[in-house]
């Protein structure tokens, strides 16, 4: 196994030189942010004044980006793999982020607008979206977060499986394992978030969007169950990676 000087705690990183899969990937998350910073000039004071609402918006949804880019980067920086089933779910996620930029910032400014009380007092946000229509579109939405995280528990999966082939440690096959179980879970609450937007009444849809802040403890959980375990493991096999 040919190892990269730069490691983890838990994880040799097998990857070498940037790839041009990784350089294709990198311009389409940078375009998938210019699509999402992208507005329109204010043309009045009270305009340029509201952008702190569109400014909250952007933030969550690159935010977001940000983790899905850097989940991207682990796992070419761990395994180095550029097979074909590598290069066509890398695809499928890049498809995705490019498909779900204007969706996603449709949701956060119109979750924004809607608990900080602007949603009731401006006419022109409802008729853009009324509230029966918010848990269709949180149902899209969650479609569209399950996809790319399932797409990622896929990547690591494939990782796990080809365990053997890249000499993963213990603690490393651990640490994969717990990025399926992410992806996992992250599918697990967006069905779950698209039940609760359906099955409230309208005027309560879009506290379907609430449910996604379950992903921070869940994830955090898992986390530290599958550290420990790799703690372990790293101990019983005498050293650490660094």
Same mark, same amino acid.
């Given at each position: 196994?040919?190892?990269?000087? #730069?490691?983890?705690?838990?994880?040799?990183?097998?990857?070498?030189?940037?790839?041009?899969?990784?350089?294709? #990937?990198? *311009?389409?998350?940078?375009?998938?942010?210019?699509?999402?910073?992208?507005?329109?000039?204010?043309?009045?004071?009270?305009?340029?004044?509201?952008?702190?609402?569109?400014?909250?918006?952007?933030?969550?949804?690159?935010? =977001?980006?940000?983790?899905?880019? #850097?989940?991207?980067?682990?796992?070419?920086?761990?395994?180095?793999?550029?097979?074909?089933?590598?290069?066509?779910?890398?695809?499928?996620?890049?498809?995705?982020?490019? *498909?779900?930029?204007?969706? =996603?910032?449709?949701?956060?400014?119109?979750?924004?607008?809607?608990?900080?009380?602007?949603? #009731?007092?401006?006419?022109?946000?409802?008729?853009?979206?009324?509230?029966?229509?918010?848990?269709?579109?949180?149902?899209?939405?969650?479609?569209?977060?399950?996809?790319?995280?399932?797409?990622?528990?896929?990547?690591?999966?494939?990782?796990?499986?080809?365990?053997?082939?890249?000499?993963?440690?213990?603690?490393?096959?651990?640490?994969?394992?717990?990025?399926?179980?992410?992806? =996992?879970?992250?599918?697990? *609450?967006?069905?779950?978030?698209?039940?609760?937007?359906?099955?409230?009444?309208?005027?309560?849809?879009?506290?379907?969007?609430?449910?996604?802040?379950?992903?921070?403890?869940?994830?955090? *959980?898992?986390?530290?169950?599958?550290?420990?375990?790799?703690?372990?493991?790293?101990?019983?096999?005498?050293?650490?990676?660094?």
């Amino acid at each position: 196994m040919t190892q990269h000087t #730069s490691s983890e705690k838990h994880f040799v990183w097998r990857g070498r030189d940037v790839t041009r899969v990784e350089n294709f #990937s990198d *311009i389409v998350f940078a375009l998938s942010l210019t699509l999402i910073v992208a507005s329109s000039v204010p043309t009045t004071f009270d305009n340029l004044v509201s952008l702190w609402r569109e400014a909250i918006a952007v933030a969550m949804c690159f935010a =977001l980006v940000l983790l899905i880019w #850097s989940k991207h980067h682990a796992f070419h920086r761990r395994y180095g793999l550029d097979d074909g089933p590598t290069v066509l779910l890398n695809a499928v996620v890049l498809f995705l982020i490019m *498909i779900f930029a204007y969706p =996603l910032k449709f949701l956060a400014l119109f979750l924004v607008n809607f608990f900080t009380g602007f949603y #009731s007092s401006a006419p022109e946000i409802a008729a853009v979206l009324s509230l029966d229509q918010v848990q269709w579109f949180i149902v899209i939405y969650a479609m569209g977060y399950a996809a790319v995280f399932g797409v990622f528990a896929l990547l690591y999966a494939h990782a796990l499986k080809r365990a053997d082939d890249l000499e993963l440690s213990p603690a490393e096959r651990i640490m994969t394992r717990l990025e399926v179980d992410q992806g =996992l879970a992250a599918m697990a *609450i967006s069905g779950l978030a698209a039940m609760t937007a359906l099955l409230l009444p309208d005027r309560f849809s879009p506290m379907g969007g609430s449910v996604y802040f379950l992903i921070g403890p869940v994830v955090a *959980i898992l986390t530290q169950r599958a550290r420990k375990r790799a703690d372990t493991a790293q101990a019983e096999a005498g050293g650490s990676v660094d």
